[in-house]
């Protein structure tokens, strides 16, 4: 069993007028088997959260710890996060002009093992996984997110993770941008992910609905760059039909 654990971890961002905290004393452990949903308005930290696990360089850590099995994440570089076991599944998932999806997968695939996969097998799973997230073969030619649709993009995002196969994946707003029918599609995917047992996932949303197809063990409640309250997915339902004005009033007077 693996585990994610994130202790009372300060995260700033560098403004006009200087530095401003976002993230104010988080307290979060994912282990493997785990879903967690990370629920909030704008602005409340949410997505500061999941670059600063990953080591975006705009995001400055000043305060606090963030370890997977013991080790500690925020003295590795980027890379070293990704070949440790974590994988971000970004809100905004960039074009790559120049680069085939065949060829960064594969890049990715040789950079986490440490050794190129067997092409022929490769090229099979590569396949398989477009298909089973519902994009032609054919997308495997062409460029990294280059005139792909926000559906596609987000499709692409969860074909890497089946193939990279991290440890604990952190799903920044994967569900935004997405019709229904492509809703389920990438949570499938995700779920499929996630029923290989030894995999944690750290499931950031503004919604319920992706959390009628994804079942979290846990919700998490963000306001104000802190966890207002946790729970159970009873939770996400009572967000549902109360929503965050409550949180957000009690931030605000606190």
Request: hydrophobic share 40%; no cysteine; proline share 4%.
């Amino acid at each position: 069993m693996s585990t994610l654990e994130i202790r009372d971890l300060h995260v700033s961002v560098e403004t006009e007028d200087g530095p401003k905290e976002i993230l104010r004393g988080v307290d979060l452990t994912v282990r493997s088997g785990e879903i967690h949903a990370i629920m909030g308005p704008n602005g409340s930290g949410k997505s500061t959260l999941a670059y600063s696990i990953a080591g975006h360089p705009k995001y400055q850590v000043t305060g606090g710890s963030v370890t997977l099995d013991g080790e500690d994440i925020l003295a590795m570089s980027v890379d070293e996060r990704a070949r440790a076991g974590l994988f971000l599944a970004m809100q905004y998932p960039v074009e790559v002009t120049g680069v085939s999806v065949a060829n960064f997968l594969r890049t990715a695939k040789t950079a986490i093992d440490g050794k190129p996969p067997a092409l022929r097998q490769w090229v099979k799973e590569v396949n398989a996984a477009l298909e089973r997230l519902g994009m032609d073969p054919s997308f495997s030619q062409r460029n990294v997110n280059e005139g792909f649709s926000g559906g596609e993009k987000k499709r692409h995002e969860i074909v890497q993770l089946e193939l990279l196969d991290p440890k604990f994946a952190i799903l920044d707003e994967t569900d935004s941008g997405l019709d229904i029918d492509a809703l389920k599609v990438v949570s499938e995917g995700v779920n499929r992910f996630h029923a290989r047992g030894d995999k944690g996932v750290l499931l950031i949303t503004h919604y319920t609905r992706i959390l009628r197809y994804i079942r979290p063990d846990y919700v998490h409640v963000f306001v104000d760059g802190r966890v207002a309250e946790a729970g159970g997915p009873e939770l996400a339902e009572k967000l549902e039909t109360e929503g965050y004005a409550n949180y957000v009033k009690a931030g605000a007077s606190s």
